[in-house]
């Protein structure tokens, strides 16, 4: 029965320690695969920023025009810059034929003035 009694009397600290060395080593492991909530706190917040970021972004992309209508203006502006130089043909032919006109004027008035003068 003494041994008995001797067994008892160091098993318990041995179970008590042996428990909060345990309960220490599950801290330690929880410790180890959880974040600390500043830690979380500070990467959510950057997290934040950065959606705030890409939705910045995704919204003035999606404004953007596309390659078929950037395709599209590019062909509308070739066509544009034809018209234009139709436009300045014409538009020299117009000037050559108001120089004309401007020297049929000239001449006429000078022939009036010398018709009144006479």
Known sequence: MS?????NDWIG?????LTTLFIGWIGWSVKRRFV???DHDK???R?????TRVTTVE???????????AQALAVRMTELTGELKVFDQRFR????AGARLQLQIDR???????QKSE
């Open 3 to 7: 041994e008995l009694h001797q067994f």
């Open 13 to 17: 600290p041995v179970v008590y320690l």
């Open 36 to 38: 600390p909530r500043e």
């Open 43 to 45: 990467l959510n917040a």
């Open 47 to 51: 997290v934040e920023k950065v959606e």
């Open 59 to 69: 919204n003035k992309v999606a404004d953007l025009p596309s390659a078929k209508d």
């Open 93 to 96: 032919a117009m000037e050559s």
């Open 108 to 114: 006429i008035e000078l022939f009036l003035r010398q």
